[in-house]
């Protein structure tokens, strides 16, 4: 009986982990307001706003894996973001420069 509880809850989560999956559309958006809040200047603002979903789309691959995805982000040859999407949620996982980076 214990088990079969178990399984019904790991059952669930993961259920409710596929339907939250974000889609790239989300992980857009997000990392435009990340980069509005690092930026803090009115016109670089206004730049990503306009410019930002082209870009952050055009430099982004994502391995969707059901319950999550994982967007990777080759801002240049030195810079890579990867960052997982869980529960409607961003998680940067790597913030690399210069080089290779171990996962």
């Known amino acids: ?9 790991i059952g669930f989560i993961l259920i409710i982990a596929a339907v939250t ?4 559309e ?14 803090n200047n009115g ?10 979903d082209g870009v952050i789309n055009s430099v982004t691959n994502t391995q969707n894996y059901v319950f999550f995805s994982v967007y990777d982000s080759k801002i240049s040859a030195s810079k ?8 409607n949620n961003f998680i940067p996982l790597s913030n690399s420069s210069g ?3 171990s996962s």
């Open 21 to 24: 999956n974000p889609p790239k």
């Open 1 to 9: 009986m214990k088990k079969l509880r178990n399984v019904i809850i």
């Open 99 to 101: 080089g290779n980076s």
């Open 43 to 52: 016109l670089v603002n206004m730049g990503i706003e306009v410019f930002g």
């Open 26 to 39: 989300k992980f857009v958006i997000w990392a435009k307001d990340q980069l509005k809040g690092k930026a």
């Open 80 to 87: 890579d973001i990867k960052v997982l999407g869980i529960f």
